[in-house]
């Protein structure tokens, strides 16, 4: 339960910091966060808030289509980057930095972009949360110099749902995804055929019924984490034989069901 009136207050605060940012340049991925950011910077800069999402293999598909209906349902003139990180050798070996390289070169790309575009801010949807889980992201941020109004506000994520939900936005409820990428152990070298092997095991999963959903890629090994409370429809024999034959056509011989279910930062938590 939040406490309204410490929303309120942050909420004017939020607004009182991006109207005096007068341009700027938003990150935006389709989750509640960014989401967030983005509605009150069109809000309350209008065309002066650019709202970019960056488009690589490591964005899973259904993440974009999402992104994509909901920046059109609230005119948000989304404009599509396409960034390289993929193609960086710092990015491929997946080193417990992987998340700096990645954000280092979306900034870089919307730093020359705003830079064309005379804007003079970028902005990305960090959260007060955030500062509780291994972020290298945040670096590359400081580096660049990108803003993070929401955490600058001390919005948590409850906190930012419950605005999305009043503003109406259809991401306020939607699961906490990350880039396919964190789905890969550290250490293990990333590629695009293994980043869409995972993106199409998820996607099968999603399509079955389940909300929230990680594939854990190890190999020709696959281990299922979907939510606490949707565990056991995974023991049903009919359901997992078709899940199994799925599997086995993407590549993956063998699977696991996790019986702890979804945990956020999983990989995080075994480095730790």
């Known amino acids: 339960m939040v406490d309204v009136r410490l929303v309120e207050k942050k909420e ?21 966060d960014s989401s967030l950011l983005s509605y009150y910077g069109r809000l309350l800069l209008g065309k002066q808030a650019t709202i970019v999402i960056a488009i690589s293999a490591s964005l899973a598909n259904d993440e974009l289509a999402f992104a994509r209906a909901q920046s059109e349902q609230f005119n948000w003139d989304l404009l599509e980057i396409a960034t390289d990180e993929i193609g960086k050798s710092e990015y491929q070996r997946n080193d417990s930095m992987r998340c700096y390289y990645c954000k280092s070169t979306l900034f870089q790309t919307m730093h020359k972009l705003a830079s064309e575009k005379g804007v003079k801010h970028l902005a990305y949807g960090a959260n007060l949360d955030d500062l509780s889980d291994f972020r290298p992201g945040m670096l590359a941020a400081n580096q660049y110099h990108v803003l993070s109004p929401l955490q600058e506000a001390s919005f948590t ?22 880039c396919l990428s964190s789905r890969i152990p550290t250490d293990t070298p990333i590629t695009i ?54 599997f086995k056509q993407i590549g993956y011989l063998q699977i696991k069901v996790d019986p702890a279910g979804y945990r956020q930062g999983s990989l995080n938590l075994s480095r730790s």
């Open 157 to 178: 994520k409850e906190e930012i749902r419950y605005l999305a939900k009043r503003a109406g936005l259809p991401s306020w409820e939607r699961p906490q995804a990350a």
């Open 12 to 32: 004017k605060d939020l607004r009182e910091t991006l109207t005096r940012l007068e341009s700027l340049l938003i990150a935006y991925s389709g989750g509640v």
């Open 193 to 246: 055929t293994t980043l869409s092997r995972v993106d199409r095991a998820e996607t099968f999963l999603r399509n079955r019924g389940f909300r929230q959903v990680r594939v854990r890629h190890y190999d020709e090994l696959a281990s299922i984490e979907v939510e606490t409370s949707e565990v056991h429809r995974l023991k049903d024999e009919t359901l997992l034989a078709a899940i199994t034959e799925e």
